[in-house]
């Protein structure tokens, strides 16, 4: 017994000392080795550079080679490739192109590490400028126009264009490790390697400048006369734009910088038109004109404040319509039960609101299912007690008589003649819980 206790511990002693060795073996620092064969001396800003490095270690293998691309402190790039022997790797770090960084020395680091974590690294300076691009391409739907250098980093098309166009930019390739570039629009500012539709502008047709400037990406013209009464329009985005106005009662309704106004819809409750000018028809107030570009109308909607204007407890404020059977410009543009669509009627003063629809246009002839209500959304409501009519044509639902509760529907075998306008006139004159419509051919 006492002899296998002896060589027992004799062979956990040499096992011991194997685990030490190997461990030792394992722990050493090693020596990363870096050979570049790549100088890094200068390049273009966009370009994608490339590199070929010579890594080793002859103790301990390698696990990654990184070359990293400083502007100042902060690390912009960085390619990472993993290095399972000594040998010969080559890649491409990529050099942003960014707005108003001008030409200058950047930092390439070369970082070699080892599977043990014992790092080599490599410091170079690299001359950057900004590429000076030949050209510009301005890219629109239809067609191309070349923008021609004029000064440093500035380019311009002079063009027999229409007064608005909608584009992107293109720069071309410079030099071997250039790449083609791409400037859109996003948010509200022209932005490097988008593709969406710059909303240059013009306040009219014909022969003008378009520029872009590749330092700074400032591009001209911008939407520069849509505007109501000398107030410039906000833009929602490249079909909508809008503006908060006080507005007096049968005072002149300037807008500026829509060349093709006279093609679009005017929404006779809120603004005339008499041929020569056009006219604020409504009562004096604070209201959102909304320039639908796409459908070629003017959404006008009361306002109370800063905010969409609501039905007040003394009968001030505003009424909406929501609901189906109805729509501006055209019933293509139907409200149906989407709140964001609903429409605003004129106040007209006296506690009174219209809305003027044209029979087969704006308003089904035959068949109708929308109410009233208090705002634009979901809330406050006229209801079957609320709401009454002295129309012999529309009914109020009742929830018996085929439509819900204030619902406006026709009474059975009754609809509007085809083409024939009416005004809707809802009157609030004797308390919002006695609520009168009328309904007349005009």
């Not at 062979?11 to 394992?26: G, Q, R, Y």
């Not at 300037?254 to 006779?268: F, T």
């Not at 459908?295 to 189906?324: C, H, P, R």
Request: aromatic share 10%; net charge negative; glycine share 8%.
């Amino acid at each position: 017994m006492k002899r296998i206790n002896i060589k027992l511990y004799g062979f956990l002693a040499l096992l011991s000392l194997l685990i030490a060795c190997e461990k030792s073996e394992n722990t050493a620092a090693g020596n990363p080795v870096i050979d570049l064969k790549t100088e890094f001396a200068s390049a273009l800003f966009g370009d994608s550079l490339n590199f070929e490095i010579g890594v080793s270690d002859a103790d301990v293998p390698l696990s990654t080679v990184k070359v990293q691309l400083f502007y100042t402190d902060d690390m912009v790039q960085e390619t990472v490739i993993r290095t399972k022997e000594n040998g010969t790797y080559s890649g491409k770090i990529w050099i942003p192109f960014y707005k108003d960084v001008p030409n200058g020395v950047a930092t390439i680091k070369v970082v070699l590490q080892n599977i043990n974590k014992t790092i080599t690294e490599e410091s170079h300076d690299l001359s950057l400028s900004r590429p000076n691009f030949p050209y510009l391409t301005l890219v629109s739907e239809s067609r191309e126009y070349r923008m021609e250098k004029v000064a440093d980093n500035e380019y311009v098309a002079s063009e027999n264009f229409p007064f608005s166009v909608k584009a992107y930019i293109k720069a071309p390739k410079v030099g071997n490790q250039g790449n083609e570039m791409t400037f859109g629009y996003e948010g509200t500012s022209v932005v490097y390697g988008s593709i969406a539709n710059i909303p240059f502008s013009n306040s009219s047709s014909g022969v003008y400048n378009i520029s872009f400037n590749t330092l700074n990406y400032s591009a001209s013209p911008f939407i520069i006369a849509y505007a109501v009464n000398g107030t410039v329009m906000n833009r929602t985005n490249d079909e909508l734009f809008y503006v908060d106005v006080n507005l007096t009662k049968d005072q002149e309704v300037v807008i500026d910088g829509i060349e093709d106004l006279s093609d679009w819809w005017i929404d006779s409750d809120f603004i005339t038109n008499d041929g020569t000018s056009l006219k604020f028809a409504a009562m004096t107030g604070k209201y959102r004109i909304t320039a639908d570009f796409a459908k070629k109308y003017f959404v006008v909607e009361a306002m109370l404040g800063n905010s969409l204007a609501t039905l007040q407890a003394d009968g001030t404020g505003a009424i909406w319509i929501i609901g189906e059977g109805v729509g501006k410009p055209s019933l293509a543009n139907a409200v149906g039960w989407t709140t964001e669509k609903a429409l605003c009627l004129a106040p007209i003063g006296g506690k009174k609101y219209q809305i003027t629809v044209k029979a087969g246009e704006t308003i089904n002839a035959t068949n109708i299912n929308f109410k009233f209500f208090h705002q634009k959304n979901w809330g406050g409501e006229f209801s079957g007690t609320t709401l009454t009519t002295t129309s012999d044509v529309i009914l109020i639902g009742n929830g018996n008589n085929g439509r819900d509760s204030g619902n406006l529907g026709f009474v059975s075998g009754k609809s509007l003649t085809a083409g024939k306008t009416y005004v809707f006139t809802v009157d609030l004159s004797a308390g919002n819980d006695k609520a009168v419509l009328a309904v007349v051919e005009k």
